[in-house]
């Protein structure tokens, strides 16, 4: 169990009343996080933001809320996570912002450490939000803002931890794969040397984690003990989009022009399905459908269990965020799509300037979270 006792407060940790006064000058960007500038102040950035009515409309949302996210010394949007509870939004600063789902109202706002770390993204651990920098996952209570706890993993992370039970599932890009427990300041219960790095999170199927390297070899460990299940490899490990797991298969798609799927207690391989171009923008699975985004075909609909295509849709190249009734809800760079599951036909295409990132807390009936290039956060919930 995490240890939760006093509240640890770094000299790191800005606070929401401290940033409002806080002047952005003085600080210099990295080439890893090239820093950017947001003028104006929240009201007037919130005058900024527009999605067109026709655009809600033909996507089936009305804007619920619009909310200013604070802005650090480097505002450049780096991940949004949805909830059904909070939204969490982190800049290239490590500044985390949190948000409340039902209103929009800020919770709270902390910088992580300096701006030339290395984001490896943000989880839940429980209620608790998991915010993973560098080789470090910071414990945040998500009502206070509280940072709980600070325990060190082996290894520059290499994307966010998963949660499994009170543990997390870790990769490193040293090819560390390891289960780490948050008890008595955090240690790995068990760890698995891949000898090739890792860029992508564990594939998490039943009680098997999945983890591919930057080679190619596919590995199948029981979660619990560390055990290899099964072993299997591919032309190229993922590069763009995370593996992603049913409970009975794990799905991969891979620069080498193929989607694979392969079963979860052996790794063995269920279907392979090639592709005349790299895939690089990341699959979804809603249901029993393998929605893959590419670049020659457009977005394709796969039957999970076979592989089958079941129809192609060459005008939309986003990817898929969440179903809506008998649609489906796709985006990439400013552009959003709404297209029938039933047989693939656009049912609207919409450019969306102004919004840097769309997310869904969900990928059947999800609501829509946006964020503006301003970092002004909106709530896109289903017309009735």
């Known amino acids: ?37 947001i003028k104006g102040t929240p009201l007037e950035r919130l005058d900024r933001f527009a999605i067109a009515p026709e655009t809600l409309e033909g996507l089936g949302y009305r804007i619920d809320w619009r909310s200013a996210v604070p802005l650090g010394p480097n505002p450049r ?5 949805a909830y059904r509870d909070l939204v969490v939004v982190q800049t290239a600063d490590t500044l985390l912002s949190v948000l409340d789902t039902s209103t929009g109202a800020l919770r709270h706002s902390n910088e992580l450490t300096d701006a030339t770390s290395t984001l490896a ?32 993993f082996e290894g520059v992370l290499a994307s966010k931890p998963v949660p499994f039970g009170a543990n997390l599932l870790a990769t490193s890009n040293t090819g560390i794969v390891l289960l780490h427990t948050t008890a008595s300041g955090g240690y790995p219960l068990w760890r698995f040397g ?32 560390g055990q290899l299940v099964g072993e299997n490899s591919i032309f190229m490990g993922p590069d763009g989009s995370d593996p992603i797991a049913s409970d009975s298969t794990v799905f991969i798609a891979s620069p080498d022009q ?59 190249r986003g990817v ?15 552009r959003a799509w709404a297209v029938s599951a039933a047989d693939g036909a656009v049912l609207g295409a919409f450019d969306v300037p102004g919004v ?29």
């Open 320 to 334: 898929v965020l969440t179903s809506r009734g008998e649609a489906l809800i796709a985006w990439a760079n400013g």
């Open 121 to 152: 993204g943000n989880t839940r651990l429980g209620e608790l939000i998991v915010s993973s920098v560098d080789s470090d996952a910071y414990f945040i209570d998500p009502v206070s803002g509280d940072l709980l706890d600070r325990q060190s």
């Open 77 to 81: 949007l780096a991940s949004v996570d």
């Open 1 to 37: 169990m995490l240890i939760l006792g006093t509240p640890i407060r770094c000299v790191c940790l800005i606070l929401t009343g401290m940033l409002a006064m806080s002047a952005l000058t003085g600080c210099q960007s990295s080439p890893r996080n090239p820093k950017t500038s």
């Open 258 to 316: 193929s989607v694979y799927a392969f079963d979860a207690f052996d790794m063995s391989l269920r279907w392979r399905v090639r592709t005349a171009m790299p895939l690089r923008e990341q699959i979804t699975l809603v249901g029993s459908v393998l929605y893959v985004p590419t670049l020659d075909q457009g977005l394709l609909a796969l039957d999970a269990a076979t592989g089958k295509q079941l129809w192609s849709a060459p005008d939309v």
């Open 194 to 225: 891949a000898r090739n790095p890792i860029d992508t999170p564990v594939a998490l199927s039943g009680s098997t984690a999945v983890v591919v390297t930057r080679s190619g070899r596919v590995l199948g460990f029981e979660a619990n003990s």
């Open 356 to 384: 840097a990132m769309l997310a869904a807390d969900s990928v059947s009936e999800g609501t829509l979270y946006a964020v503006s290039k301003d970092n002004i956060a909106a709530r896109l919930v289903a017309r009735r």
